[in-house]
């Protein structure tokens, strides 16, 4: 499985505990040092739980799915 395919599914299983709050992410890129840029939007946009979102939510789930992905940003 290609790891954009492997970065879909991982945003696939945390996207219902987002959208249940208003809000959802997109993925925009894979880096080539490993860097997952997504961006927040809807309610998720404006939260002030985003960062926390982010990186207990969104950054765990991918790097569960491929370990080498060193970060994840939203841009």
Do not use: H
């Amino acid at each position: 499985m290609e790891q954009l395919e492997k970065i879909e599914i991982a945003l696939q299983s945390i996207r219902p505990f987002l959208q249940k709050d208003g809000g959802d992410v997109e993925f925009v890129e894979l880096t080539e040092d490993n860097v997952v840029r997504v961006r927040l939007v809807g309610a998720c946009e404006t939260c002030s739980m985003s960062a926390m979102t982010l990186k207990a939510g969104i950054e765990e789930s991918i790097k569960n799915a491929i370990p080498q992905i060193t970060r994840v940003e939203a841009i």
